[in-house]
């Protein structure tokens, strides 16, 4: 009975150790299961964060090369700010400096940089108007441009006043003995009207009324504008044209209210045109307008250019460079341009907000003067914050795989994403995707001149077309995060743009489109490049007089915007050659 005790206790202990073995075991399994899935690391695209892959590689999507996907990163941070890991911080090459007053200040050549255009000196401008009441009927001078020359014969008028005149001077030449002093008024009196002496001599000699006037320039210019026709009833003083001598003129540049200051009368100007770009002209501001615009924010500042060869000519765009006082440039608060990413109306940088770890936020900036290889900071950073400098397309692909705020998240629920003139930066692509966006250009093209033939129906069909050739682009062949970022946002406008044409049966609604499908298309052809060369044209009148771009294969003026009735209105803004 004792030995049958003694058994079973062995049994118990023996199944009491199997027991607490396995369990010991388990958890310990458990424990280095747990602790082999905390280091297991997983990859995702910049562009495409569903994609979760177990090692290093290329998004099976678009072919981009994968980045580490952090999971403990979520975790770090504030609302706004988000954690990088070491190793994807060296795959992609981010480099930060500390943000500090500008150390350039002994370098001479800063500069302002400004933008404008070539405009008629007012100074220099005249009417020439009617020198007598009556109706047109036959005008001489019908196109703007041509040169008037004083004494050249403008209209021939039919006037009921000079007829009434004439009758008046043949009765008084009857009663000229006995009334010298009418016959006098009289004569004065069409003498007045800027008839001339012979045509005087004439009524007399025949006594006959003279029924059509011949109406002599005054004035001499070139004509800027017509504001009379064959058929138009005048009054005297009526005016006919304006003229303008352009023998000077002015060159009118927009400076930004927080730049004004870097402005001052007689202060020397450097102006390049984009018309000569290897023509130089040095001038003086003589003139800063007190009054600033309140919807652009700038202030109209000007010089006057002499103009002794005629190759100035109004609506040319040209660009000034002010050179900046060494003490105005060493108090100034500068980041690196490639600091800055800007999406639509906003420029925002990142800045790292942990000394020990790589933890950023993304901070919207105001930017002032261009210094070179610089901005000039207005509001939105202070003296010792760490930007990034290099890789900043990275960092915010980074944001968006996280889900914080990033240059794609809206200030506001309203803002509209626009693409910023000065997000344009020429981006080496595969030639493949070159290619196939060249075939969007050409049939953007064939939609352009259907703009200036003024055909709704071709336009449309074109922009059917287009939107086809949009979609055959292969977004795979771009494997920069840069190039996928303008990519993405111009295709955005260019398809929307696109739509709203080809449902359009009205040809002026379809030009009012026309101008935001243009401006992506150049961005695009800037950015990415061409297989031919393209000029990027540009109308002043455009757009309630702002002005708008268009592409285009041939180097000759066809407006667009404007068809038939102003179909040479327009100049050349920049030849696009193509790559080697």
Not at 168 to 181: D, Y
Not at 253 to 277: M, S
Not at 448 to 455: C, F, I, M, Q, R
Request: charged content about 25%; aromatic content about 6%.
């Amino acid at each position: 009975m004792m030995k049958t005790k003694q058994i079973l206790l062995l049994v118990g202990i023996l199944i009491a150790g199997i027991l607490i073995g396995k369990f010991a075991f388990n958890n310990d399994a458990s424990k280095s299961t747990h602790s082999a899935e905390t280091v297991e690391e997983h990859w995702t695209c910049s562009m495409h964060p569903q994609i979760d892959m177990p090692e290093f590689g290329s998004c099976p999507i678009c072919g981009m090369d994968l980045i580490l996907k952090d999971a403990s990163a979520d975790s770090e941070g504030t609302l706004n700010s988000f954690k990088m890991t070491k190793n994807a911080m060296a795959l992609a090459n981010i480099e930060t400096i500390v943000v500090g007053k500008n150390k350039a200040s002994n370098n001479a050549n800063a500069a302002l940089k400004v933008s404008g255009k070539i405009q008629a000196n007012d100074k220099e401008t005249a009417l020439q108007t009617a020198h007598f009441g009556g109706r047109i009927e036959k005008l001489y001078y019908k196109s703007v441009g041509d040169y008037l020359k004083i004494g050249a014969l403008i209209a021939k008028v039919y006037s009921p006043e000079l007829v009434t005149a004439q009758n008046e001077l043949i009765e008084a030449m009857n009663v000229k003995e006995l009334q010298p002093f009418l016959y006098q008024a009289v004569r004065n009196k069409i003498k007045l009207w800027k008839i001339s002496e012979k045509q005087i001599q004439q009524i007399e000699r025949t006594k006959k009324v003279i029924t059509y006037f011949n109406m002599y320039a005054s004035t001499s210019g070139y004509i800027d504008e017509i504001l009379v026709q064959e058929g138009t009833h005048l009054k005297e003083g009526t005016p006919m044209f304006k003229v303008s001598k352009l023998q000077t003129v002015w060159a009118v540049f927009d400076v930004y209210e927080q730049d004004v200051k870097n402005a001052q009368l007689q202060q020397e100007i450097n102006i390049t045109l984009n018309a000569y770009p290897d023509k130089k002209i040095t001038s003086k501001i003589n003139f800063i307008n007190p009054i600033l615009d309140a919807k652009k924010r700038t202030i109209e500042v000007r010089a006057t250019l002499k103009n002794n060869r005629n190759f100035l000519k109004p609506g040319m765009l040209i660009t000034g460079n002010l050179t900046l006082k060494n003490n105005a440039i060493a108090a100034k608060l500068v980041v690196p341009k490639s600091a800055i990413l800007w999406t639509g109306k906003r420029s925002i940088v990142y800045v790292k907000t942990s000394k020990d770890e790589p933890i950023f936020e993304l901070r919207e900036v105001k930017l002032g003067a261009s210094l070179k290889d610089n901005y000039e900071i207005i509001s939105g950073l202070n003296t010792a914050d760490e930007i990034v400098t290099n890789g900043t397309f990275t960092v915010d692909a980074t944001a968006q795989l996280q889900g914080k705020k990033s240059m794609m998240s809206p200030k506001n629920e309203n803002e509209e994403k626009e693409i910023s003139e000065k997000m344009i930066e020429k981006i080496v692509v595969n030639p493949n995707f070159v290619h196939q966006l060249n075939e969007v250009f050409k049939n953007y093209i064939v939609l352009k001149n259907g703009l200036v033939v003024t055909d709704a129906k071709k336009v449309s069909e074109a922009a059917k077309t287009t939107l086809t050739s949009l979609q055959k682009v292969q977004m795979k062949l771009l494997k920069k995060p840069e190039a996928h970022a303008v990519w993405m946002q111009g295709k955005k406008e260019i398809k929307n743009t696109l739509e709203q044409i080809q449902k359009e049966n009205d040809v002026e609604k379809q030009r009012t489109s026309f101008i935001k499908l243009s401006n992506a298309m150049v961005i695009l052809a800037k950015t990415f490049g061409v297989h031919t060369t393209i000029y990027v044209q540009h109308c002043p009148m455009a757009n309630n007089n702002k002005g708008a771009d268009w592409l285009s294969y041939d180097e000759t003026i066809k407006n667009p915007y404007y068809g038939d009735k102003m179909l040479s209105c327009g100049s050349t803004k920049q030849t696009l050659k193509k790559d080697m």
